[in-house]
């Protein structure tokens, strides 16, 4: 697989969401086990489970963050700048940390020009509190627009092997070796081809449609949401998984809705 890095950590190209993560010894557990695993790429936001998920991370993550990359988001309901300033603020103080590695517009406020919002995460930015900035669910017109603010690393769309409205966001993101993160990666049900394929290749459905996705551009980054360590390490399988042309394309052909 081709290597990715983010803030000169070279990344795993299998990530973790944490959209269900709440803040137990166990799962506080399970977060440092999917390190051990492997993985170093992992996304939060600042709504999720209502803030449990930065908080389980802060916590689970406080002294082993050398080489892990944690992304979070703010901004979906409201990307006024003081909405903004608030959630990056809250998100700092629960992910136990002076800077956050990757932080996201998580929505494109439509009362809100987007560089208007870009602006006040730029601050936090230029004062050494944020690494990189990304974006999500954006077009290539305002990732375009959003370039224009400042430097994008990284853009969350939906995208799998179902839903793939982003096809030309991925295009944008590979040739300008920006990062893509597809978010629900899992989306949509297995089909007899995903089946077929992934006995040929003795690996579950879950493996071929991420290794499907890994295929796609190698700017690509998945982050299935999981609870389950065995699930992680199942996932993480697929990063071993080699799709000949003609799998890749009976997948791109025959799952598109």
């Known amino acids: 697989m081709t290597p990715l890095t983010l803030a000169d950590t070279k990344l795993t190209r299998i990530g973790l969401g944490t959209n269900r993560l709440t803040d137990t010894p166990e799962n506080r557990a399970f977060v440092r086990a999917a390190v051990e695993a492997g993985v170093n790429f992992i996304d939060t936001a600042h709504l999720y489970t209502s803030g449990s ?3 389980t991370l802060g916590a689970a993550l406080e002294d082993i963050r050398d080489g892990i990359v944690v992304a979070t988001k703010g901004g979906f309901h409201d990307g006024r700048p003081d909405a903004l300033r608030a959630e990056l603020e809250a998100s700092l103080e629960r992910l136990r940390t002076d800077r956050i ?3 996201y517009l998580h929505r494109v406020d439509p009362r809100v020009e987007l560089e208007v919002s870009l602006e006040a995460i730029r601050e936090y930015r230029d004062a050494g509190q944020i690494g990189e900035v990304g ?3 954006v077009s290539v017109d305002q990732l375009e627009r959003a370039r224009r603010v400042l430097p994008i690393a990284a853009v969350q769309n939906h995208f799998n092997l179902s839903e793939r409205a982003s096809e030309d966001v991925i295009d ?3 040739e300008q070796a920006i990062l893509f993160v597809p978010y629900f990666p899992l989306g949509g049900q ?3 081809a995903v089946d077929e394929i992934a006995r040929r290749h003795r690996a ?3 493996q071929i449609t991420l290794a499907w996705l890994l295929r796609r551009s190698p700017m690509v980054l998945p982050i299935p949401g999981t609870l389950s360590l065995a699930h992680v390490r ?3 399988g697929a990063l071993e998984i080699e799709l000949s042309d003609e799998d890749y394309e009976t997948l791109s052909s025959t799952e598109r809705l």
């Open 53 to 55: 998920s930065e908080q």
């Open 234 to 236: 199942e996932n993480l």
């Open 101 to 103: 590695d990757l932080y």
């Open 172 to 174: 944008y993101c590979t």
């Open 135 to 137: 974006v999500s669910a």
């Open 190 to 192: 297995p089909t007899a």
């Open 204 to 206: 579950t459905p879950t």
